[in-house]
């Protein structure tokens, strides 16, 4: 049995019990029940998926996913490829969006070289796990071989558990690559049914003649590669990426291990999407970090039965808006576990019709 299938038949159900008895605790709280929303839902998962009513505070930690991308010459990006391996030299040293937003929240960034097409060795605190320099044109052929598409998720998985190994107990997913809001629109399209103008955005900023040609390049790609619709894997060999393989790999390990994961934007859920369709499952251990401007990132969520916790027109990736949702995250877990009972407080609970406030 290879890693990923021993990885998929791993992943248990959440304990819905554990969640129940959390919500139990923060109804106790100093407050009308229910007056704090979302937070208390992050804190009740966040309880169930650890499996702990009583978990410290996790260590943070972002994973960025860098590759490149043949379709990149179909000039889809408003940026040149070559702009995939000096970002990943500026996650490194620190000066990136990212970094900026991880230091914020107190999370730590790990980058890792899953296909670009330079040669990185050598750099201070890269993760190397190179698949191949860069994926194929997916408008001449298939984008990676099959056995490359399951490398890609494997190396996720692999990097996952080095992540949980290491202590960290809240992962966050984050990518980089020139050009790869493209596969990402064509994976959206071929699993959740959708045309490609329904889930194509703008990607780096492209104009509405560029945004054209991006679509019939996508269209191009899947009427002549025929991916499969239920086969993800097929889907990802197809028309993916190595970076969308490796965060797919990343949440399944993650969910094999009982650790939740923070999804960033677009790029991340079409990982995200790939690793739902492997194991469906994977989804209660997920939270959507935001709602990105691409118009095809709405369409995963809903396919996931997802929610996203914050909508600030964010467009950058790298896991932004995965670093800020981790702070308000942890926000809901420091009300469940700093927060006065009504009986330690010495507060009447009041009436419940009172209790539910508002």
């Known amino acids: 049995m290879s890693l990923l299938e021993k990885t998929i038949k791993s992943i248990e159900p959440v304990n819905s019990q554990l969640e129940r008895k959390a919500q139990q605790h923060l109804d106790n709280l100093t407050k009308p029940r229910g007056s704090l929303g979302r937070l208390e839902e992050f804190a009740r998962r966040y309880c169930s998926i650890i499996g702990d009513l009583d978990p410290p505070y996790p260590r943070k ?64 605190g890269l993760i190397l796990r190179k698949v191949a320099w860069g994926t194929a044109n997916f408008t001449k052929g298939p984008a990676m071989t099959r056995e490359q598409a399951i490398a890609a998720i494997e190396v996720g ?128 251990y997920l939270f959507a970090g935001h709602c990105s401007v691409e118009q095809g990132h709405r369409v995963q969520l809903s396919h996931m039965g997802l929610s996203p916790i914050i909508d600030l027109n964010l467009r950058l990736g790298e896991g932004t808006g995965a670093a800020l949702a981790m702070g308000l995250i942890e926000a809901g877990l420091k009300i469940y576990k700093e927060m006065a009972t009504f009986s330690g407080a010495g507060v009447s609970p009041g009436s419940e019709a009172e209790d539910m406030g508002p």
């Not at 191009?220 to 993800?232: C, F, K, S, V």
């Open 157 to 284: 998985i692999e990097i996952a558990r080095e992540m949980v190994a290491s202590g960290f107990r809240l992962l966050g997913t984050g990518e980089m690559g020139i050009a790869n809001t493209t596969p990402a629109s064509a994976i959206t399209a071929v699993l959740c049914s959708e045309s490609p103008e329904t889930v194509t955005g703008r990607g780096t900023g492209i104009d509405q003649k560029a945004w054209q040609k991006k679509v019939e390049v996508i269209r191009a790609g899947i009427a002549l590669n025929q991916p499969d619709p239920t086969d993800p894997i097929d889907v990802l060999a197809k028309v993916g990426g190595f970076e969308i393989g490796g965060i797919c790999g990343f949440i399944l390990g993650a969910a094999a291990q009982g650790c939740p994961v923070v999804l960033d934007g677009f790029i991340s859920s079409a990982g995200a999407l790939v690793a739902y369709r492997l194991a469906p499952q994977v989804s209660q």
């Open 61 to 124: 930690v972002i994973c960025v996913f860098a590759g490149d991308h043949g379709v990149a010459e179909e000039g889809v990006s408003a940026f040149p490829k070559e702009v995939t391996f000096q970002m990943v030299r500026n996650f490194l040293s620190g000066g990136a969006g990212i970094n900026v937003l991880a230091r914020h929240v107190g999370a730590e960034v790990r980058v890792v070289d899953i296909g670009v097409d330079h040669d990185l060795s050598g750099l201070p």
